[in-house]
């Protein structure tokens, strides 16, 4: 199963772009790459799900580079309701499709 | 309005009594899985079903059962509860399963249910 690794945690001011970069050496050839944002008490929710090269959505941005061993959202002048935990997950190399599997995430901290 | 629901969403009760969590959804979505969120673990699959009465084990499915009857409900049932399985647990959906052919992550979580075993 393809792992995933991210900082523990991060700090920014409001209006400040965030990038925050996930490392997934062993990404499967049809892996795609995906991340969720999880505020305290809810459900995590989709954010942007990407193959290769770029993907932009409406909430962020998505970088991935040729070789896909990592990955980087991007998140443009984050606001205080930013705050919230960032998972970054890749789909199970087995090819089962059955799960997503998600570690313990990036914390994001938004102040003024 | 498109959503997973959860019921209840706090629980406390004692050890052995049998309860059920309830989770609906209204998106006539094939497949739902339950996980459990514990601090410092992340959150862990514990069952998850393809379709109607296709149901499989995820990570941590000791202690659990679940059920699919019908396409829109998915309980979750724990026959014997113990303090160990104090977590907070959600509920969720999708279209199809994550990383099938349609290559679609996304998942609909619901709001949760935080359960307290004494």
């Known amino acids: 199963l393809a792992k995933t690794t991210q900082p523990i945690s991060m700090d920014s001011y409001e209006g400040q772009e965030v990038n925050i970069t996930c490392s997934h050496n062993?990404?499967?050839?049809?892996?795609?790459i995906t991340w969720y944002q999880q505020f305290p008490s809810q459900g995590p929710r989709f954010i942007i799900q990407?193959?290769?090269t770029k993907v932009t959505n409406e909430v962020a941005s998505l970088f991935i580079p040729a070789d896909r061993k990592s990955s980087t959202l991007s998140l443009p002048r984050v606001s205080l309701s930013d705050t919230a935990v960032y998972y970054c997950l890749v789909g199970d190399e087995t090819g089962t499709a059955s799960k997503l599997t998600f570690g313990t995430g990036t914390r994001l901290q938004v102040t003024l | 309005e498109a959503q997973v629901t959860q019921n209840p969403r706090y629980l406390i009760t004692v050890t052995g009594k049998k309860l059920t969590v309830t989770c609906s959804q209204n998106?006539?979505?094939?497949?739902m899985s339950w996980y459990r969120q514990d601090p410092g673990l992340g959150l862990r699959q514990i069952y998850y079903?393809?379709?109607?009465?296709?149901?499989d084990k995820g990570d941590v499915p000791e202690g659990y059962k679940v059920s699919r009857k019908e396409k829109r409900n998915f309980p979750l049932i724990l026959e014997s509860p113990s303090p160990n399985q104090t977590s907070l647990y959600f509920c969720?959906?999708?279209?199809?399963?994550?990383?099938?052919?349609?290559?679609?992550?996304?998942?609909?979580f619901g709001p949760g249910t935080r359960l307290t075993v004494t």
């Open positions: 998106m006539n979505h094939e497949y």
């Open positions: 062993n990404i499967a050839t049809n892996d795609y």
């Open positions: 990407g193959y290769k």
């Open positions: 079903s393809m379709n109607v009465e296709v149901t």
């Open positions: 969720a959906s999708s279209l199809s399963p994550p990383g099938s052919r349609v290559a679609s992550y996304e998942q609909y």
